[in-house]
């Protein structure tokens, strides 16, 4: 299928959705989960009336609907509103020393590129704020998660499509492609397969839906071909951390998913053996093997974020400013713990750590407590992609693409949700056992 072929519908689609969402709110969230990682897609609606603030029009009929229906009264059960509370407001005030520190003008205008980034970070926020207040039921978790494997189908085919086309018997960096996610590249791009990756793995168990058990499969073979060849060593890591804390946490997978990678690394195609061997290179002048350019570039770029952050540790120089300052000629950290901890100093940074913290413990949290066997697979899938995105971090931002981290942000909406819904069902089962017994009339003689 050519994703191109969807674009025309985009636009009606989504008034159409925004009008529905005034009173049913979750079509709104069901239409951002099927367009939020096609990015080059969405852009070309730029050229339309309001079509680059389509998403925002969505998640404003949202935000309408929830407020019509009352939703909003669920808030005070939202279990993340104190901490992205805090990582919004904090990253704004850091946004303003940024400003000061560049000498720059006040970042109130779409046009400032350090403003833009902040807004990212705050819709992903409020994405997961309306998304948890729309969705209610385990059909509509269900619902999502099956657009969700629709869409990462979707764009791995389209990736599948380009590179088929390409002599990948050896590695070389022309083959790096992002498909329909963009400026994300190709790193990007492996990031979200690794993700959605570990969500699928952590699904597999009891109480799936016959929908859900008929495109899991299918979506995790796609997604697979999607992360080999993108080339992410990074996203090749965090892919195997996360496996490995699956098999630690379900041990019955353990020996399976032992025998799977075993198997696996002996099938690895020879691009794949390239990238990854060639992390390592011999240098001219020596038999000593060194790291590639590539891996010396960012242990270079490391060194001096260390120094930077040494000179400014407690705030930082300001949020997003790194990449304005062109140490070293890059424009960044290529690792998102240093990148935070140099412009948001370690105030910004315990909140970050705090943050992934309680969004994992989360996920584990209703994988432990909740007696839905599909809602339990649903913690379990995101603690571990949360695992993995920890991991993917450490080589670069990949927290601030709205085509690759959205899906994080829904889930989290879903995990929260999920455990709303498992102590309601748990407070029922309570409830029931506390209604006395009705005695039983003598019979009559």
């Known amino acids: 299928m050519n994703l191109q072929l969807i674009v025309p519908l985009l636009y009606p689609a989504g008034w159409i959705v925004f009008l529905l969402s005034v009173k049913r709110p979750e079509i709104g969230v069901y239409y951002l989960t099927l367009i939020l990682p096609l990015q080059t897609l969405r852009y070309q609606l730029q050229g339309l009336p ?192 996360g496996v490995i804390a699956l098999g630690i946490l379900r041990k019955k997978f353990f020996s399976v998913l032992a025998v799977a990678v075993l198997v696996g690394s002996f099938l690895l195609p020879s691009a794949v053996s390239d990238r990854i061997a060639g992390t390592y290179a011999q240098g001219a002048m020596t038999t000593e093997k060194t790291l590639d350019p590539s891996a010396l570039d960012r242990v270079s770029i490391w060194q001096n974020a260390v120094d930077i952050i040494r000179a400014y540790p407690l705030l930082g120089t300001g949020f997003n400013t790194y990449a304005f300052m062109h140490p070293l000629g890059f424009r960044d950290t290529h690792n998102l713990y240093l990148k935070i901890l140099l412009e948001q100093g370690a105030i910004g940074f315990l909140i970050f750590l705090t943050l992934l913290w309680k969004m994992f413990r989360l996920g584990y949290d209703l994988f432990r407590n909740s007696t839905d066997p599909f809602l339990a697979s649903v913690g379990l899938g995101f603690g571990i992609s949360v695992i993995g995105a920890i991991v993917i971090n450490v080589f670069g931002d990949r927290w601030s693409y709205l085509q690759v981290d959205s899906y994080m942000w829904l889930l989290l909406a879903l995990v929260c949700r999920g455990g709303l819904l498992s102590r309601e069902s748990q407070m029922e089962v309570e409830d029931e056992a506390l209604v006395p017994l009705q005695p039983v009339p003598a019979p009559a003689h």
């Open 50 to 241: 309001l079509g680059a603030q389509l998403v925002d029009i969505v998640l404003f009929g949202i935000l309408i609907g929830v407020w019509m229906n009352r939703g909003g009264s669920e808030l005070s059960e939202f279990s993340m509103r104190g901490i992205l509370l805090l990582v919004t407001t904090y990253s704004h005030l850091s946004l303003w020393y940024g400003s000061f520190f560049l000498s720059w003008g006040w970042p109130i205008s779409l046009s400032d590129p350090r403003f833009s980034l902040w807004r990212n970070w705050a819709e992903f926020s409020v994405i997961c704020v309306l998304s948890f207040l729309a969705i209610k039921t385990r059909k509509q978790v269900e619902t999502v998660l099956f657009l969700m494997c629709i869409t990462a189908f979707l764009l791995s085919w389209d990736f599948f499509q380009t590179m088929s086309a390409q002599d990948v018997s050896r590695y070389s960096w022309d083959l790096r492609y992002s498909g329909v996610l963009g400026y994300a590249n190709a790193n990007g791009f492996a990031a979200f397969e690794a993700m959605f990756i570990l969500l699928l793995l952590g699904l597999f168990g009891k109480g799936l839906s016959s929908k859900l058990k008929l495109i899991v499969v299918p979506t995790m073979l796609a997604c697979g071909y999607g992360l080999l060849f993108a080339f992410s060593r990074g996203a090749y890591l965090g892919l195997a951390c």
